[in-house]
Structure formats: C-alpha cells, structure tokens
C-alpha cells in the first residue's frame, strides 16, 4: 500500500498557504506521518496524517504542541560562547564564523597532538531518529577525523542482542495485526504512554474478546486498562518466561510440526526446562504459582497470541538473555504462523537502508578507533588514563539522561574539558558547553525516516526556513569539514542526496521506495505482504534460518548457547548484603508528558506532570512513616535526590517509581532520578541497566 500522491493543499483564497508532509522525529516506535500547515512562512498548525495507515491521523499530546517547541520564546537562535562557570549557563551572542573557527581549531590541536584525534568524542543519541540528522555528515566526519566511536547503547541495545540470538534480528509481527489476536501480553510496555498507536488496537482486541494481560512490577496506565496484570519482581522476566516454557513443554502446549521444520535445540532446550518449574520461576519472580502456570496455559492454548515486548525490562544486568527467553515463547507455540501472531519489540531490521553510504565507515582508511561506551560516560570523562579532551553532544542531553548523573557532572565540569553542545534549547548538558550551536527542529530540514514500531518509511520535508540562526545537524559537519580540509566529495552531499543514497537498496522489502516518491507522499509501505507473516513458513534471518534455541553464535562469544535465568545485579538473592542498606528497587520509566528529557524544558509539559514523583507501595510507605504528598529522600552509594511521595498501590511491594527524565534544573534540589542509577552494562550489547538499582527512602 502506498500514500496517495499529494504534494499539499492550496487555500483558494491565499496562495500563501501551504501544506507540508513531514515525520515525527522523535524516539517512539510510532513515527508518525504528520502535516504542517504554513502561512506566510510561518507554521500554524500541526496535525497527525489521515493517510499514514498505522498512525491514522493522531499524535500524542506532546507533538501536538510541536509548534510550541519550534517558536518557544527560550529557543536558542545564534551561536553562543560560554562566558561564566561551567554549569551556570552563562553566554554571550558570538558569530557562525567564530564559533566554527574555534571547534576546527580546537579538533585540529587535538588531532595532531600525543593523545590524537581519539581523544575527541562525539556524544550524540536519539534526539532526532531521521537518518540524516542523526547518522550521516556527523559519522562521515568522526569517520575521517579519527576520534572516538561511541557505542549508543543507552536504550535498547541488550535486547536487541538477544533478539538477534534467537530470531536473527530486531524482526517481528507487523503491529498493525494487533487487533486480531485472540491473546495479547503487554510484557513491560505500555503502550498509553510510550506506544500510542498500538494502543488502539490492544483495545479493538479486547472488545472483540481478546485477553490482554500486562506483566509489569508497575499497575501503569495501560495495565490499569488490561484484563490482568502479573507483577513479578524487576529483573526476573527472564525466569518468567523459562517457567511458562517449562509448563508448555510439559503439558505439551507446543507445535510440534512447527519446531521439527522452524526451530533449532528444542530437545536441549525441553532438557534444560527440566530445573526451571513454575514453582521456581514463582519464587523468583516473587508471584503465586497458579499466576506462572495459567499464563502459560493461556499462550499456550489461545490463538493467535501476540507479545509485545518493550525495552524496559531489558534493562537489567541480565536483560539481554531474559529478551531471548521471551523470544523463544512464539517459536515453542506456533505463534508465528499467523500473522496475528509472534512477538514484537522492534522492527526496525525489516528496514535495509544504505548505512555505510549514510555514514561513510571506509572514511576511517583502516584506523580502528577506541569504543567508549555511552551508558558508562561518567567514567569515560572523569578517568585520567587515555581522557577525553573535546565532546561534541548533540541529539542529546547526557547531563540529565546518563545514569550514575554524578559522575557525568564531574566530568561535563572539566575545565580542559572542550564541549560543544548543538540544540535547540539550553538543556542540562548546554550549561556546561564552552560553545553552543543553535540546531534546528524538525520543521526547518530535510529528513528519511525507518521506525522501530511499523513498517513504513516517512519524508521529512522542511516547513519553515530555519528559526533565527540555527541550522541542521548535517550542515554544522558540513562546515567543519571543510574547515578541517576533508575534501573527500562526500562532504558536500546535500541533504536530499543522502536521502536518497539511504534508500538505495537491493532488497526486495524496498523496491520502489525511493526519495523522489516518499518525499511526495510522505510515507511508503515496505514491499511485505498486506497479512505480513513474516516467519510463517520459517525463513528467520539466523545462520540456520530458523528460531535458534541453541545460538552457537552465542557460544562462540563465550555465552550459554540455551536460554537460562541471568539475574539483575541489585537485588536481595543476588546481593543481600546490599539489598539490606537499600531494600528497594527503583524503576524510573518514561514520564507521560516527556519523551525521554525532550520536551521536559517546556512549562505545558511540565505543569501536566506537576513535579518529580516517586510512586510507592502503601505497605512500603508506611514501614517508612511516609504518607501521600510527603517530600522523601530517595538515596543509595551513588547519590540522592528528593522529589514528592504518592502513595498509591501502583508499584508491588518492594518496588518504587519515579517516572522521568526531569531536567536537573527544573527538579527541586537540581538532581533527578540519574543520581541513583548505576554505570553497569548488561549480559549483551552492553546495554545501560537503568532499571537494575537499589535504592533506600525516607522522609526529607
């Protein structure tokens, strides 16, 4: 299915205005289609596409307001040099020229120095997931400097490691099928907030009859709304999954016909089913028995059954591997034969875009640069042993957004610390930059987007000429290439032009989704069957082409080749000594009005949210003296901060939640939930471990 051809519409009375196609920019499974409407070059309205299939002509309350953001009085317009302390956000107006002059000098210095061009580091994320704006001139340019590779591993990297060990990828159901299944798992998602879209047709399901169960340690909003909600103990999904596994095969609840012709290891993987009973999976994960062995009975027995899995609970010391036990379940069923059926967490490696003509790898000329891992920043930018001399941050908000925050502060703060930070805004981490280049929104340039959460491709076109004097991520590397002296032709590419080399591609999934035409039309289908079942008759993008429950890719990396319990790092079974100090487990999921520490600087968003909130349990807070609305100390050995207690039986006993990511500067004492959260990687893909932390609270 394509979108109809419309470039946009002509109000009769004024040719002025105008309609423009574009993307929501932001990191959401849902990318959606949306349209701008412009006046005398101004935007005036923004409003979802009614054409875009998935996303069906809505947005979230936060784009809706994208117009606010784009014209927000705080917006930064002009280059700026710091002129105070680091951390006061104190500056004053310089030009493009000198601001541009003095980050080529300063990388050049760098680069010809003892420590070399690694010791420069670009620090950027998923502010923006267009492809040209998030990973193209900047590669190409990082590439040919020689600086540091930073290894973006804040969200979802872990999972998708283990998704890739048992179905080939980050692969799975078309979401669009969601309202047909009979049994739908909301396994640490909730769609309300962070999958909108989807949401929709969780709820056509359930009116048609489906059984809609979440498994969450947290009753949120969409829990709220399910037939059931399971609440193990963070960090154990991995067991709950081995528990179910264990009651299907011995109740024999599995395809038989499916596993002989699509699966790999199911004999070793039924023996090793054998220890992990539904009594011991209860255990684990702190539930009933009878709650493991009817939810398996459930999937095992109902038709078609679709999980869709989220990457909170992947953020865990053992979150990698519990992924993979979860993947393992549709395989075991037959799930996959329907295409109402299967699991989804992402779907982004249906997308076969041209990334090494985005980001230009053979630049490096065979140089093989340090990695640094961003979920462990903190200690990259404080160690004294091969130091960080220069960070470039953009598309991201470091200062507020990487954990163990204390240590990131500690290092942002550096006085031989070179930072140039390229937003729209002055965020946490802008505070601290000795330079500041104003970015563009999505509105002011061109843009190609995949998403994680459907299977389309979207055109971003720009609505507006640039606000003040921002200008687009790709054209600050622009510049600097050529004040740098890279001459290679690549760094003169228009933006448009990497658009299209982006969709240059020879798989059948892309055929006839070029440039040109989405840029038309705002959107276009992958080249995938209407009923999309993508593992129906096998063919997983694995070495054997089938579901991999023995990876003899993992084994070759030192791994358990069968699934297995790898527990969270912080908690009383895996550390007592410690869960005695801080009895706790801290969760601090996205906040409904933010989308990660985007949209946390506007007051509409801020003032929906009220203040920073930590959710408890009523039996934890009272053990505590706490009651509803009392300021508390949330606290462990890494930091602190306060925030306003609210009592209200959403997290299970045990649990707390803060939902975030609040600026520093907008939270009462200048901390947020980073105070707390830990530097250590996951089992897989060394992924950040947000959720994986302990934590002590009492009454401030």
């Keep these: ?95 493009w020229d000198e601001a541009l002059d003095e980050i080529a000098a300063r990388l050049r210095a760098l680069a010809a120095s003892p420590e070399g061009p690694e010791s420069i580091l670009p620090l950027s994320y998923a502010g923006t997931m267009g492809m040209v704006q998030y990973s193209s001139m900047d590669r190409r340019f990082f590439h040919r400097l020689g600086a540091s590779i930073l290894d973006r591993t804040l969200c979802s990297s872990a999972g998708k490691v283990g998704l890739k060990a048992t179905l080939g990828g980050s692969v799975g159901m078309d979401p669009e099928r969601f309202a047909e299944a009979k049994l739908i798992i909301l396994w640490g998602a909730n769609p309300i907030v962070s999958n909108l879209h989807l949401w929709p047709r969780v709820l056509e399901a359930k009116r048609r009859g489906a059984r809609v169960i979440a498994i969450d340690p947290y009753r949120s909003l969409s829990a709220e709304k399910c037939t059931q909600h399971v609440a193990p103990l963070p960090g154990t999904d991995g067991a709950l999954a081995l528990g179910m596994m264990h009651v299907l095969v011995a109740e024999d609840l599995v395809d038989r016909d499916y596993i002989a012709r699509h699966a790999l290891g199911f004999e070793a993987l039924a023996e090793r089913l054998q220890q992990y009973t539904p009594e011991w999976a209860a255990r684990a994960c702190g539930l009933e028995v009878e709650e493991v062995v009817q939810l398996a009975r459930d ?105 163990d925050s204390e240590k990131v502060v500690a290092g942002f703060a550096r006085e031989d610390l070179f930072c140039v930070v390229m937003d729209s805004f002055l965020t946490d981490t802008a505070d601290y930059a000795d330079i500041v280049l104003p970015a563009t929104t999505q509105l002011e340039h061109f843009d190609v987007h995949k998403s994680y959460g459907h299977l389309y491709v979207l055109a971003n076109n720009p609505a507006i000429d640039p606000v003040g004097e921002s200008l687009p991520n790709s054209e600050v590397f622009r510049r600097l290439a050529a004040r740098m002296g890279f001459d290679e032709p690549c760094f003169r590419d228009p933006d448009e032009d990497i658009c299209r080399a982006a969709l240059r591609s020879a798989h059948p999934r892309m055929q006839g989704i070029g440039w040109d035409a989405v840029k038309e039309s705002g959107w276009q289908r992958l080249r995938v069957d209407e ?88 039996g934890d807070a009272a053990a505590r003296g706490i009651a509803d609305g009392d300021r508390v100390r949330v606290y462990n050995a890494r930091g ?41 990687v996951a089992d897989l893909g060394g992924g950040a471990t947000f959720y994986d932390c302990l934590v002590e609270v009492e009454k401030a």
């Design 1 to 95: 299915m394509n979108a109809p051809s419309a470039a946009g519409r002509l109000d009769a009375a004024d040719t002025e205005v105008k309609v423009v196609r574009t993307a929501c920019p932001h990191d959401c499974p849902d990318t959606c289609g949306m349209l701008v409407t412009v006046k005398d070059g101004v935007a005036v309205k923004i409003q979802g596409d009614p054409s875009m299939p998935f996303t069906e002509g809505t947005l979230c309350t936060k784009v809706a307001h994208y117009l606010e953001r784009t014209y927000a009085p705080d917006r930064v317009l002009h280059p700026l040099r710091r002129v105070g302390a680091k951390g006061r956000g104190e500056f004053r107006r310089i030009s």
């Design 299 to 403: 999937y095992g027995s109902m038709r078609p059954s679709a999980i869709r899995l989220n990457y909170g609970m992947q953020r865990h010391a053992g979150g990698g591997i519990a992924a993979r036990n979860i993947a393992c379940l549709p395989a075991l069923t037959g799930a996959w034969r329907e295409a109402a059926g299967g699991i989804l967490l992402s779907t982004n490696d249906f997308y076969s875009f041209d990334h090494a003509a985005l980001e230009r790898p053979d630049l490096l000329g065979g140089r093989r640069p340090r990695v640094v891992n961003h979920a462990a920043i903190g200690d990259a930018l404080t160690r004294t042993e091969q130091p960080v001399r220069a960070v470039i941050v953009y598309n991201n908000n470091p200062v507020a957004v990487c954990p």
């Design 531 to 618: 009923r999309f079942a993508p593992f129906a008759e096998g063919g997983f993008p694995t070495p054997s082409g089938k579901c991999e429950f023995y990876s003899a890719w993992l084994k070759e990396q030192g791994f358990d080749p069968l699934p297995f319990f790898n527990p969270p790092a912080e908690s009383a079974v895996s550390n007592p000594g410690l869960a005695r100090r801080y009895p706790l487990a801290f969760l601090s999921p996205p906040a409904r009005n933010f989308l990660n520490s985007t949209f946390a600087n506007l007051k509409r968003f801020r003032d929906h949210e009220g203040e920073p909130r930590l959710e408890m349990n009523s």
């Design 640 to 680: 602190d901060y306060t925030l306003r207690a609210r009592v209200n039986d959403k997290p299970r006993r045990g649990v707390v939640v803060a939902p975030s990511v609040w600026w520093r500067k907008f939270s009462p004492d200048g901390r947020n939930a980073n105070s707390v959260t830990s530097q250590r």
